[in-house]
């Protein structure tokens, strides 16, 4: 972080693009095809598109970010089209456990997706605090 202005540094972009796989492949083919499913069914003269991840690193939830799924589109009737199809968001699991604290709820269960000790949280399972509500 960079202290003066309270958000992520470039370096921190450079940082999530190494460690995170959706920036090293393209996007899933199951995702691809659901978000591609509007654009052929309400694009009539849809030729082809495809899909790029954009990083957005600022964020509420320190550690946090997200990744948008940004579809350029390719018609017979009009110029190229961008649209901005799905947002992914990441989020570091203690800081986001962290901040809905201060707000009374309180982290019952994170469930992981696989075995390892980094694997990503599918799952926060959170109560409210009786005495916040």
């Known amino acids: 972080m960079c202290a003066r202005f309270r958000r992520p540094c470039a370096c921190a972009t450079d940082h999530i693009r190494r460690q995170d796989p959706a920036f090293h492949h393209r996007l899933n083919k199951v995702y691809a095809d659901w978000l591609g499913a509007p654009l ?3 694009c009539h003269d849809h030729l082809s598109h495809e899909f790029l991840l954009q ?3 600022h964020s509420l939830i320190p550690g946090s970010y997200q990744m948008d799924a940004l579809a350029t589109v390719r018609t017979r009737s009009h110029a190229e089209r961008r649209f901005s199809m799905f947002r992914f968001k990441r989020y570091d699991e203690a800081q986001l456990a962290k901040t809905l604290a201060r707000f ?4 019952l ?3 992981p997706i696989g075995e390892s000790d980094r694997a990503p949280v599918a799952m926060l399972l959170v109560k409210r605090s009786a005495y916040s509500q």
């Open 109 to 111: 269960v994170a469930l």
């Open 104 to 107: 009374g709820w309180e982290k």
């Open 40 to 42: 052929r069914a309400h």
């Open 55 to 57: 990083l957005v690193n």
